[in-house]
């Protein structure tokens, strides 16, 4: 199964990078060269979002809304909290990466014709490719290496990522031995 848990585990990490750098893109877009209602209300949020250790304290609000969703035990159901949880740190890359392109830049789009998402797409794209890549960085990091969510939504073994099963793996699927093999070490120096 361990092919398996490989598998899940580049599914889950690849459609949380795509889907958070979409969302990320748009959003730091739309927060500093869009005229968006409620601009500063909305970096407020994603701002305080930062602070709150929603892994831990949401654990479980995030199992009881997966569960009522039927993906407890889907490793599908392990990319939209994945994502979720992301989405505040790619969002503010972002928008500071595209404050460094000057306005005057889509003000002069705008006036030659252009639409926002021509714009974006065909302007600011290749300006901010270095932050995309950042994002897309962090995203990989944070998807790839996160064990308590994954362990607490999956249950069975096929279902699980590689990093939970990794994590569980001593001469099978048990616990880390440490604690003895410290204990071990210990006696021998």
Do not use: C
């Amino acid at each position: 199964t361990l092919p398996q848990n490989l598998e899940n585990s580049i599914v889950v990490t690849a459609a949380t990078m795509l889907i958070t750098t979409t969302a990320a893109v748009l959003a730091g877009y739309a927060l500093v060269h869009l005229r968006t209602p409620a601009k500063t209300l909305v970096l407020a949020i994603v701002v305080a979002s930062l602070f709150v250790p929603s892994r831990v304290t949401g654990l479980i609000s995030i199992w009881e809304i997966q569960d009522r969703l039927g993906l407890i035990n889907s490793t599908w159901g392990l990319i939209l909290p994945y994502q979720t949880l992301a989405l505040a740190v790619s969002i503010f890359i972002m928008r500071g990466v595209f404050e460094t392109i000057p306005k005057e830049l889509t003000e002069s789009a705008r006036v030659d014709g252009a639409s926002s998402f021509m714009i974006l797409r065909r302007i600011m794209l290749p300006l901010v490719r270095n932050g995309v890549i950042v994002v897309l960085i962090t995203n990989f990091i944070a998807a790839w290496g996160e064990w308590l969510l994954a362990n607490t939504l999956t249950n069975d073994q096929d279902k699980r990522t590689l990093t939970v099963v990794m994590a569980s793996a001593n001469a099978g699927f048990g616990q880390w031995g440490w604690p003895s093999i410290a204990a071990r070490r210990s006696k021998s120096t």
